[in-house]
């Protein structure tokens, strides 16, 4: 069911309650007889202390669905069997990962910094990242956070949540994972919110691709790849989606059509190439221009010796890998080059902001009832609407549409009919 509780169309709304801010002051008052009463003067702003940052220590014994190959004993994360690794990366190497749970701060941050008791062999290694959700429920990217050197967001959140890779030679130890405590502050450097959808387009560019199929593997998130799949690689984990999320997604277009399709696996190449950031944000690469895969340069024009980071020969240009599903549907029959849209950059691509209705309203990963729940509107919602779709007809409280819409802050679709306007399809937004 999309929503067990209605709020009617027509209803008024509520006001939003003005905001108001507690200001604090020194104030000094004489009360010697025979002198007249004063008020000190108030110090300055810039003279206010800064905040505190705030610590906590994530929970590692609890392992869940979007983690992959780990296990808890003895007191410490490690990897579960060093014969799994990311399906499109290919690589014979022990492979898990730990997804911790959101922890809500209660100020806006936008520094975190994380500190590990751990033991890593020298064949083992342990990687870090941290991302942010901001108040209206946008999530960053994934940004490392490495020993002395803080992951710097690119807006000030007020959930944080961190993620753990682990990676250990073939038959050779793995490394432990004690305790992992996370600390985060305001640098008071960025915006508290995105930019407006109207000035801000999703970053788009043409990308050699290739068919990963393994149907039976892995991918990086803990999906396990089934026939006709409908899902994308790329070379960085910065956009890694959950197992079962559309948290990133791309947009695909190909000779025939265009598809939207979640971020599930790591590759092809490379883990580290995030080659849709602008050049000064690349993780690696920072000498190639935006858009510019670090395989294509490699097999085109020799760069880092026509290798990819793990020391490769580069034998084609793929920038991303798209499953049997995705490849086939976008009309592609042999690798090919494509054109992709990173649909969580900037705004999210060209939107326009529509009110929702309803409560507990279901975001879906497909245009259908039956698909994934990504993600739910607790109750009337502002949206932004990237494009829409016909997808299955849906039924409630005497209204029908097979209309969906695409929600770029929330990697899924919503059924038109909790969009709140008069119209069944939505004016003005494209198809997807």
């Not at 705004?347 to 994934?372: E, H, L």
Request: hydrophobic residues 35%; charged residues 20%; aromatic residues 8%.
């Amino acid at each position: 069911m999309l929503t067990p509780t209605l709020l009617r169309r027509g209803s008024a709304p509520r006001r939003r309650p003005r905001t108001t801010r507690a200001l604090t002051g020194t104030v000094g008052l004489l009360a010697l007889a025979g002198m007249t009463l004063a008020a000190a003067p108030a110090p300055a702003a810039d003279a206010a202390v800064p905040p505190a940052p705030v610590s906590w220590r994530a929970d590692l014994s609890r392992t869940g669905t979007d983690d992959v190959n780990v296990r808890y004993d003895s007191g410490a994360l490690r990897v579960r069997d060093g014969s799994v690794s990311p399906a499109s990366l290919g690589r014979d190497r022990g492979y898990a990962s730990a997804v911790l749970e959101t922890h809500h701060v209660d100020r806006p941050v936008n520094r975190v910094t994380a500190d590990l008791d751990a033991t890593v062999p020298d064949a083992a290694s342990v990687e870090v990242d941290v991302r942010g959700r901001t108040a209206d429920g946008t999530w960053t990217e994934w940004r490392r956070a490495a020993a002395g050197t803080p992951a710097e967001l690119p807006r000030d959140v007020v959930d944080v949540q961190a993620r753990l890779t682990l990676w250990n030679a073939k038959g050779e130890p793995t490394a432990a994972v004690r305790a992992v405590t996370l600390t985060a502050d305001d640098t008071g450097t960025a915006p508290a919110e995105p930019a407006p959808a109207a000035t801000a387009s999703a970053f788009s560019a043409r990308v050699y691709a290739t068919r990963e199929g393994l149907v039976g593997h892995t991918t990086a998130n803990g999906h396990v790849i089934q026939a006709n799949d409908h899902f994308v690689a790329l070379p960085s984990r910065r956009a890694l989606s959950p197992n079962g999320s559309g948290q990133y997604s791309v947009q695909v277009c190909g000779p025939a059509r265009c598809e939207t399709a979640p971020v599930w696996d790591v590759g092809p190449w490379n883990t580290h190439d995030d080659h849709w950031n602008p050049s000064a944000q690349r993780e690696q690469w920072k000498d190639l221009p935006q858009g510019l895969p670090e395989a294509q340069a490699a097999y085109e024009d020799g760069y880092n010796g026509g290798r990819d980071e793990f020391g490769r020969q580069v034998a084609n240009p793929a920038g991303i890998d798209l499953a049997d599903g995705t490849f086939y549907n976008v009309g592609l029959n042999d690798n090919g080059w494509v054109t992709v849209t990173y649909l969580w950059t900037d705004g999210g691509g060209d939107t326009t902001s529509f009110p929702t209705w309803g409560t507990d309203v279901s975001v879906r990963q497909q245009a259908t009832a039956a698909s994934t729940r990504v993600a739910s509107l607790p109750g009337p919602t502002t949206v932004r609407v990237r494009c829409q779709v016909h997808g299955q007809l849906v039924n409630y409280d005497g209204y029908s549409n097979d209309a969906w819409s695409y929600l770029p802050d929330y990697g899924g679709y919503v059924s038109n009919i909790f969009i709140d306007v008069a119209d069944a399809w939505l004016p003005g937004v494209p198809t997807c």
